[in-house]
């Protein structure tokens, strides 16, 4: 089992930055792949990111150049930076782990097996 506790969201101007937390416990996720997503009220959730154990990254263009996912093994964490925020990125962003070895970024939903409960991002225009 691997549980996972997102942190760092807030109320941003746009334009603004956040620095998203994803922090694991109960197991070591550093080989695992770990993707965030997001989902705004009466949206499905879609995917934002995703890294590999080899710190290969995939972004959609939605926020390529803008959000950067990056690891910190050394506290079993996963991080996202955003940056130039705009409105269209206010939804709640969840945090998820394959809990498998993975060098690959995964950008399907249905391949992650634990996810967090979620942090709210507002940006206000």
């Known amino acids: 089992q691997v549980q996972l506790v997102e942190s760092g969201g807030g109320l941003v101007q746009a334009g603004g930055s956040l620095r998203l937390s994803c922090a694991a416990s109960?197991?070591?996720?550093?080989?695992?792949?770990v993707g965030w997503f997001r989902q705004a009220p009466g949206k499905e959730r879609e995917f934002v990111a995703a890294?590999?154990?080899?710190?290969?990254?995939f972004y959609p263009d939605s926020v390529k150049g803008r959000f950067t996912i990056s690891r910190d093994n050394a506290k079993n964490t996963v991080l996202l930076e955003m940056n130039s925020l705009k409105p269209e990125d206010t939804a709640a962003y969840y945090c998820a782990t394959t809990g498998l070895r993975a060098g690959r970024p995964i950008i399907r939903e249905y391949e992650y097996n634990y996810w967090g409960q979620g942090t709210q991002v507002t940006v206000s225009s």
């Open positions: 109960g197991r070591t996720f550093s080989t695992f792949a």
């Open positions: 890294i590999g154990w080899s710190g290969s990254t």
